[in-house]
């Protein structure tokens, strides 16, 4: 379903005033710049292309406040997307999608949050967040775009079978997991337990393994089991794994691997832990190199 509000009338509909519209998030790719943007309470996507019919220069792109003063009116209503284009004739226009997004389906926990209502404290990157959560400080990790909903939705999954298989008489393997994280209804994400520690290292060999045994016995191989992703928590020195992305099914042979690699894993001093990324929906792990994400707003 489309519609275009370029050519309204700002009289015959409701329009929101552009002070009430923030960048939640921005991705400036090669062809394209995507933004969720929050207009009021609502949430909206918005394209605009970059290559090779450009609306805006990179400058105006990459910064919100000159932005958001030249983007066509927003309307007061629950539409999800809008891709902004230049006309022919050199007219800046909007298509509006009403079409539902998608989300994650899993939504095992009885307690769902709305992403909007919690108070960012700190962001780890775009996605991955400390905020508070009942006078608490606590992570929350969501699908910014909607390409991410695969991963988070994985990720989802396996904390529910990790819940499942909890021994009561040994530590957690993993944070507990806190809520579902919803955007208009929608999940998108998950809150867990802030896990207060340091990255494992070497000497952290044997519980790393450990956890990781307990995990193939449930059932899954980790995926990305790097040293930024076993948290030594400081007050019992238990290890807590996290980033469950790229689990899999178990496999005897990715199993073996995966506690194979994970000495060296423990060992390695660049950063890779955060350089597994997608973009558009390709997957692209680089050295250590940072995320390339850029981030303006006070974003949630
Ligand atoms: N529950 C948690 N407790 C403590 N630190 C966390 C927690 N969740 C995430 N982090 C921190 O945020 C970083 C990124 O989170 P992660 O889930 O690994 O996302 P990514 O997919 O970006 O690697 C972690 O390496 C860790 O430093
Ligand atoms: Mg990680």
Redesign the pocket.
């Known amino acids: 379903m489309m519609a275009s509000f370029a050519d309204a009338s700002p009289y015959s509909i409701d329009i929101i005033p552009k002070t009430e519209i923030e960048v939640l998030n921005q991705e400036i790719a090669e062809d394209e710049a995507m933004y969720r943007i929050r207009a009021r309470k609502r949430v909206h996507y918005l394209t605009i292309p970059v290559h090779p019919d450009p609306v805006f220069d990179e400058f105006t792109l990459c910064r919100p406040y000159l932005l958001i003063p030249k983007l066509p009116p927003f309307p007061n209503a629950d539409w999800t997307k809008i891709r902004v284009f230049q006309s022919p004739g050199g007219e800046i226009k909007s298509d509006i999608s009403y079409e539902p997004l998608s989300q994650i389906q899993s939504s095992w926990h009885p307690r769902h949050i709305d992403v909007l209502s919690l108070k960012r404290i700190s962001s ?2 775009a ?2 967040k ?1 905020v508070e959560f009942e006078g608490r400080t ?2 929350s ?1 969501m699908a910014i775009f909607e390409w991410w909903i695969p ?1 988070v939705e994985r ?1 989802t999954r396996v904390y529910e079978i990790i819940a499942e298989n909890q021994c009561p008489d040994k530590p957690p393997i ?2 507990a997991f806190l809520g579902h994280l919803t955007e208009q209804g929608r999940t998108i994400g998950f809150l ?6 340091d ?1 494992a290292s070497l000497v952290n060999l044997p519980e790393c393994e450990a956890a990781l045994r307990r995990l193939h016995s449930m059932g899954l191989v980790h995926g ?1 089991a790097n040293r ?2 076993f ?1 030594v928590e400081r007050s019992t020195g238990h290890v ?1 794994m ?4 790229h689990a899999e099914a178990y496999d005897e042979e990715k199993a073996r691997l995966e506690i194979e690699e994970l000495k060296a894993q423990l060992t390695e001093e660049t950063g890779r ?5 997608v973009v558009n929906g390709v997957e692209k792990r680089s050295g250590a190199a940072p ?1 390339p994400y850029t981030y303006h707003a006070d974003e949630n």
């Open positions: 780890h990157n996605r991955v400390e606590v992570f990790k991963q990720e993993a944070p867990i337990e802030n896990i207060q520690g990255y990305d930024y992703n948290v807590k996290i980033d469950f992305e832990g955060a350089s597994v990324m995320i």
